[in-house]
């Protein structure tokens, strides 16, 4: 492991980086100001420079080759340089980032080293548990912060010492204003997704947190970013120095092995196109993204009165009944899961073999988030989109272009929709009421005035 103090001077690393990508936004494009960087092609995680304990955690999770963005990011984030990842999900990033992290941290300092923002819990949880299989053979130690959980265990945890830290944006932040977290040692940080964090209005809660971080030579900022809209540019021209940029270009993605279509339905028979198509398909798991959560669970009780194994996944559930959905959905119980966009980033789930956008996404780089959850590992996978107008069947060839696929045009039979029986409510659905929600109804509805008694 490297110490702390001897991270290398940043104006002597300047490798030079290139990689082709025909789906960047107009915003990416403004990115030419930052150096790029092209590294040559590696066979092995040996010829990195990665440590041996970290080479016996590697091969016993089976990987032996590193991905494209493994290749290009790793030297650079080892050398101690600020770097820039554009990459979609299922490229490997998330070990990217943490090899580097375990790289370069020093076990013997209890000290918070590395600070680790995700946007979602469930990105958290499965990039803790990348580092702790990662980091089987080191005694490096984590604490994994979200919302949804208690607070007195997190701060036991910290208390306790972590080097790492992994975390949503709201949940550290708490953490260092309870003065639970200390960051005064703290020279590297990972964005994870950042522009899922602009999304979803986590970035000024990000810049809260830079400011409790020195400002000192050998800090290290590493941002991971499908797109690049203008915000997460003015973000690293403000926290970053001299950034390298690796892009990974969508013929990396391995999105040759999903089939892509699209059914052209009124939307009126939508949810029974959808019952015909998982009867037709008989998918062995699927996920049918919804746009809104009211829509998800409204249309999760569709299908269950359609006779199909189902449950929904959304902000709205309390964390244990996520956690439930999901032990579930990978263990089999449940074949198909009906989630927003927002619930299904980041999901640590393999062997998904359907994806239906039953609402088509707001934009490409959603449409390849997507369909990305299918068609991994080597595994063949298909994406079925619906689409109800012209717009959005402009919209879906444009998304799907930009993949380097067109989405083709199937039919549906809805006389091969199972026969629909209403099922009785759902009593407990793991809907997570707003905190004093009787005294902010009584105080919006107050009781009628009786007259009765006063006259």
């Known amino acids: 492991m490297n110490k702390s103090n001897e991270h290398v001077n940043r104006a002597h690393h300047k490798p030079v980086v290139e990689r082709k990508n025909a789906h960047l936004s107009d915003s990416s494009k403004q990115a030419s100001n930052f150096e790029s960087v092209k590294t040559s092609s590696v066979s092995s995680f040996e010829q990195l420079g990665i440590d041996k304990p970290l080479l016996m955690a590697l091969k016993d999770k089976g990987y032996t080759k590193p991905s494209q963005i493994q290749q290009d990011s790793i030297p650079i984030a080892n050398s101690g340089r600020d770097l820039i990842g554009q990459s979609q999900t299922g490229t490997g990033k998330t070990a990217a980032f943490a090899l580097s992290i375990l790289h370069r941290i020093t076990p013997e300092l209890s000290v918070t080293q590395a600070l680790i923002l995700t946007p979602t819990r469930e990105l958290a949880m499965q990039v803790s548990k990348e580092i702790t299989e990662l980091s089987k053979y080191t005694h490096v130690s984590m604490a994994l912060l979200y919302g949804g959980q208690d607070f007195s265990p997190q701060a036991h945890r910290l208390s306790r010492g972590a080097q790492i830290v992994v975390g949503t944006p709201g949940r550290v932040l708490d953490h260092i204003k309870q003065r639970t977290l200390k960051l005064d040692h703290t020279f590297m940080i990972v964005l994870d997704e950042a522009d899922r964090m602009l999304d979803m209005g986590f970035i000024q809660d990000v810049q809260r947190i830079f400011s409790y971080i020195p400002n000192s030579n050998n800090r290290q900022v590493l941002l991971f970013s499908a797109t690049m809209p203008h915000e997460i540019l003015e973000l690293s021209k403000r926290y970053m120095k001299n950034p390298a940029i690796?892009?990974?270009?969508?013929?990396?993605?391995?999105?040759?092995?999903?089939?892509?279509?699209?059914?052209?339905?009124?939307?009126?028979?939508?949810?029974?196109?959808?019952?015909?198509?998982?009867?037709?398909?008989?998918?062995?798991?699927?996920?049918?993204?919804?746009?809104?959560?009211?829509?998800?669970?409204?249309?999760?009780?569709?299908?269950?009165?359609?006779?199909?194994?189902?449950?929904?996944?959304?902000?709205?559930?309390?964390?244990?009944?996520?956690?439930?959905?999901?032990?579930?959905?990978?263990?089999?119980?449940?074949?198909?899961?009906?989630?927003?966009?927002?619930?299904?980033?980041?999901?640590?789930?393999?062997?998904?073999?359907?994806?239906?956008?039953?609402?088509?996404?707001?934009?490409?780089?959603?449409?390849?988030?997507?369909?990305?959850?299918?068609?991994?590992?080597?595994?063949?996978?298909?994406?079925?989109?619906?689409?109800?107008?012209?717009?959005?069947?402009?919209?879906?060839?444009?998304?799907?272009?930009?993949?380097?696929?067109?989405?083709?045009?199937?039919?549906?039979?809805?006389?091969?929709?199972?026969?629909?029986?209403?099922?009785?409510?759902?009593?407990?659905?793991?809907?997570?009421?707003?905190?004093?929600?009787?005294?902010?109804?009584?105080?919006?509805?107050?009781?009628?005035?009786?007259?009765?008694?006063?006259?």
């Open 246 to 455: 690796v892009r990974v270009s969508q013929q990396n993605l391995s999105l040759d092995s999903i089939e892509q279509l699209y059914v052209s339905v009124d939307g009126k028979v939508k949810p029974k196109s959808l019952a015909s198509l998982l009867a037709v398909e008989n998918p062995q798991s699927s996920i049918v993204f919804c746009r809104t959560k009211h829509g998800a669970d409204s249309l999760a009780a569709i299908l269950e009165g359609y006779g199909f194994s189902v449950s929904a996944l959304h902000g709205n559930l309390t964390q244990n009944k996520r956690e439930q959905v999901l032990n579930s959905f990978r263990q089999g119980r449940i074949k198909v899961l009906v989630a927003t966009d927002v619930a299904a980033r980041g999901l640590d789930i393999t062997g998904v073999s359907h994806v239906f956008n039953f609402d088509l996404p707001n934009d490409s780089s959603s449409y390849v988030h997507r369909i990305g959850r299918t068609g991994r590992a080597g595994a063949k996978g298909k994406a079925i989109s619906f689409v109800t107008s012209l717009m959005e069947l402009k919209d879906l060839k444009s998304a799907s272009t930009r993949t380097g696929f067109t989405a083709k045009e199937i039919d549906v039979d809805l006389q091969k929709a199972p026969e629909f029986k209403r099922v009785a409510p759902r009593i407990n659905s793991g809907f997570q009421r707003p905190r004093n929600f009787r005294n902010e109804r009584s105080r919006r509805f107050p009781p009628r005035r009786s007259y009765r008694n006063s006259r």
